[in-house]
């Protein structure tokens, strides 16, 4: 196993590859506090598409960061939460969100730089 995180077999491309996906972050985060149905985190997540969101739920149980859990009676109700590993992801997606918070603005400037130099249409 190699720790270069370019190389097709290191681990930490998993974790690229994991936190790559837009959705998975938020839905991570959203249920840090606990237990969530899927109309819950629909409602604090905007946005989502139910379609996108089942398909994010389904990706991260696959992945064993997530756990489904139906619970029976009428009707049905069915709710996610996070796995012992899916926690360990809190953190990195805390300090990603930390960056973003301190140095979103600049970004914003350098798309908005870029965009002036390519005259973008305006929007």
């Known amino acids: 196993m190699t720790t270069n ?3 097709a077999d290191c681990r ?3 974790a690229f590859d994991l936190l790559s996906n837009t959705w998975n972050a938020v839905v991570l985060w959203a249920l840090r506090d606990g237990p969530r149905r899927p109309v819950e985190l629909r409602e604090q997540i905007g946005g ?3 379609k996108v969101l089942t398909e994010t739920l389904r990706r991260l ?3 064993g960061l997530v756990e489904r859990r ?3 009676g009428a009707p049905p109700r069915v709710d996610y939460q ?3 590993l899916g926690g360990t992801l809190l953190a990195p997606i805390d300090a990603v969100g930390a960056w973003a918070f301190e140095h979103g603005d600049e970004v914003i400037a350098a ?3 870029e965009c002036t130099a390519a005259q973008c249409p305006s929007e």
Do not use: D, G, M, V
Request: hydrophobic fraction near 50%; aromatic fraction near 4%; charged fraction near 10%.
């Open 111 to 113: 798309q908005e730089a």
């Open 48 to 50: 989502i598409s139910s």
């Open 82 to 84: 996070l796995t012992a």
């Open 12 to 14: 930490a491309r998993l």
């Open 5 to 7: 995180a370019f190389l």
């Open 61 to 63: 149980q696959s992945n």
């Open 70 to 72: 139906a619970h029976p």
